[in-house]
């Protein structure tokens, strides 16, 4: 096709168009072809849905800072003197840890599969490892693909300034993922209530310990002020006297606030060793979701359909152009050929003659 332009002219909007409409049936019908089959191959696609639950972790400050500095650090994501085993960071850590995986994937859901028989004797209830169906050379390789395969389906996310934890799992059934999330969050819950305890049973235990070395070190300045006492019934007169009865004393004084500061401390110990308080806030529990989350079918026939248009938009320009190209440069494509073809010629002797 040859329409006298030369293949080096600016090509107008009216010219692209034209362009376009002369070819129009691989233009608009590639587009159509690639969205149908896109279509049609995610709805082929096995669905994914998404649960989500969000929590927030309390957070213990072990500093004396004002509390003005400690938010307008806590807006910028830095924790001051908070303990590292309590920030959100962590929580969302543990969730993704091998331990709670391995407890999730060995727990009992209900079988989405009810007509399959129950490898386990309970044909209503199944582990999640056997409802991803998860196999392995044996029962260590397995649980270990199926923490990989869980890690994958299971997204964390923290927000440093509300310090809230989402937790997305994931499923190709909307129940199971909002099973597999809400059960996360309590195992970790649970977790977290026992590090509690034990640390709680630590303190104390270590109170407990030195308000006893503290109490027997009490007894023995008062009983050392006792026996200064019922020696010395005439001390006020020796100076040397007076100066021992005081240091007896004071002894006795730093006993008895060293004794009271652990009391307290041993107090506070059993109190915190006995509130099970939770420390995790569940905002939303996950639920069962309506929509899936995956594919979406009319989503990606927009984007095969945009992608398709400009593949086959660009095709037509450049099939126009190339035509044009090769009408006005006619000669120089003929002298080309010829000159290809005489140095296929020449390659095909060399090659006999060497034969």
């Keep these: 096709m040859n329409d006298g332009k030369g293949a080096g002219e600016d090509i107008s909007l009216v010219g692209a168009l034209n362009m376009v409409l002369h070819r129009w049936r691989v233009a608009f019908g590639l587009p159509l072809i690639v969205a149908a089959i896109t279509g049609l191959v995610s709805l082929l696609l096995p669905p994914t849905y998404t649960a989500r639950t969000t929590f927030v972790p309390e957070v213990r400050s072990q500093n004396r800072l004002p509390s003005g500095l400690v938010g307008l650090a806590g807006q910028l994501g830095v924790s001051i003197g908070a303990d590292p085993s309590q920030s959100p960071r962590f929580y969302g850590d543990v969730v993704r840890s091998r331990e709670l995986l391995e407890r999730t994937l060995l727990s009992r859901y209900p079988d989405p599969h009810p007509h399959r028989p129950a490898g386990d004797g309970v044909a209503d209830s199944a582990t999640l490892l056997r409802i991803l169906e998860v196999d392995g050379h044996n029962p260590a390789d397995s649980l270990a693909r199926g923490v990989k395969r869980l ?66 070190e009490l007894r023995r300045a008062e009983d050392a002020v006792k026996t200064f006492y019922e020696r010395n019934r005439g001390w006020q007169q020796a100076p040397e006297r007076v100066f021992e009865e005081a240091r007896l004393r004071r002894q006795v004084t730093v006993s008895q606030e060293l004794y009271l500061t652990l009391k307290r401390e041993y107090e506070t110990a059993q109190i915190e060793e006995v509130n099970d308080t939770p420390v995790i806030t569940v905002i939303d529990a996950a639920v069962a979701p309506q929509e899936r989350s995956q594919p979406r079918p009319a989503l990606w026939m927009v984007v095969a359909l945009l992608v398709g248009g400009m593949v086959s938009i660009s095709w037509a320009l450049a099939a126009t152009y190339v035509e044009r190209a090769r009408g006005s440069a006619e000669v120089e494509y003929r002298e080309l050929a010829r000159m290809l073809q005489g140095a296929r010629r020449s390659i095909a002797g060399a090659l006999r003659r060497e034969h």
């Design 151 to 216: 890690d994958d389906l299971i997204t964390v996310r923290v927000d440093p300034q509300t310090s809230i934890v989402l937790v997305t799992v994931d499923a190709r059934y909307a129940a199971l993922a909002a099973a597999v999330a809400n059960r996360l969050v309590a195992y970790l819950n649970e977790f977290n209530t026992k590090k509690r305890q034990s640390q709680a049973r630590e303190r104390r235990r270590f109170s407990e310990e030195r308000v006893a070395a503290a109490d027997s």
